[in-house]
């Protein structure tokens, strides 16, 4: 099973951009789906970009226009940029293996911590 490890995060001010990255331990050709998660204090973990192999992207309504997800399969690596950063961003954000049904079928990594201060 492919192995997970997210890096780049810390904290910004609100308004202020970051980008995450998600290093595969195998080639992630084949993967057709991954994605990215958060979770905040006391709140469930929950998707907030999506990529598949064939270069589509999907996004919750709560990050769309701001954040960007991609994918460099020669690097086995998938980012996520986020710009125009709130104080709502702030979780622990992961990265992990999807099936076309959106369902986990990966294991999660240790993940990376975003604050953002007002």
């Known amino acids: 099973q492919v192995q997970l490890v997210e890096s780049g995060g810390g904290l910004v001010q609100a308004g202020g951009s970051l980008r995450l990255s998600c290093a595969a331990s195998?080639?992630?050709?084949?993967?057709?789906?991954m994605g990215w998660y958060r979770q905040a204090p006391g709140k469930q973990r929950e998707l907030v970009a999506v990529?598949?192999?064939?270069?589509?992207?999907n996004y919750s309504d709560s990050v769309k226009g701001r954040f960007t997800i991609s994918r460099d399969n020669f690097k086995n690596t998938v980012y996520l940029k986020m710009n125009s950063l709130k104080p709502e961003d702030t979780a622990v954000y992961y990265c992990?293996?999807?099936?076309?049904?959106?369902?986990?079928?990966?294991?999660w990594g240790q993940g990376t911590q975003v604050t953002v201060s007002s």
């Open positions: 195998r080639s992630i050709f084949s993967i057709n789906v």
């Open positions: 990529s598949t192999s064939g270069g589509g992207t």
């Open positions: 992990n293996v999807l099936d076309s049904y959106y369902h986990i079928v990966g294991s």
